[in-house]
């Protein structure tokens, strides 16, 4: 089993920055890809960022990418989402995932950008974004 526990959102305006903390604990893998999944209100579950725990290449929806940053650190067993530049449409709980054993060879950013499906969600954490 693993636990996963985010943490650093809130109420920020447009044009600020949030940094998501994710922190691990549990038994881990080497085969681990861990990810950020955001859902609003009346919308369908959206990936955000994915990062493979050991090659530590990083998949983005293309709505973020150029805004947001995901990286982990080893000695923390944690990931973090990076957001700058926020937008209202940011507005979401974002959830923490990790998928066990996926983590075997280069799925490719078709893989990462697409799937939802991971073993282990945290809570998850709002993160609000006013105009």
């Known amino acids: 089993q693993v636990q996963l526990v985010e943490s650093g959102g809130g109420l920020v305006q447009a044009g600020d920055s949030l940094r998501l903390s994710c922190a691990a604990s549990?038994?881990?893998?080497?085969?681990?890809?861990m990810a950020w999944i955001r859902q609003a209100p009346g919308k369908e579950r959206e990936f955000v960022a994915a990062?493979?725990?050991?090659?530590?290449?990083?998949y983005y929806a293309d709505s973020v990418k150029g805004r947001f940053t995901i990286s982990r650190d080893y000695a923390g067993n944690t990931v973090y989402l990076q957001m700058n530049s926020l937008k209202p449409e940011d507005t979401a709980v974002y959830y923490c995932?990790?998928?066990?054993?996926?983590?075997?060879?280069?799925?490719?950013?078709?893989?990462?950008?697409?799937?939802?499906?991971?073993?282990?969600w945290g809570q998850g954490i709002q993160v609000t974004v006013s105009s």
């Open positions: 995932a990790a998928d066990q054993g996926v983590d075997t060879y280069d799925r490719g950013t078709n893989y990462y950008t697409k799937n939802l499906d991971y073993d282990y």
């Open positions: 549990g038994r881990t893998f080497s085969t681990c890809a």
């Open positions: 990062i493979r725990w050991i090659i530590g290449s990083t």
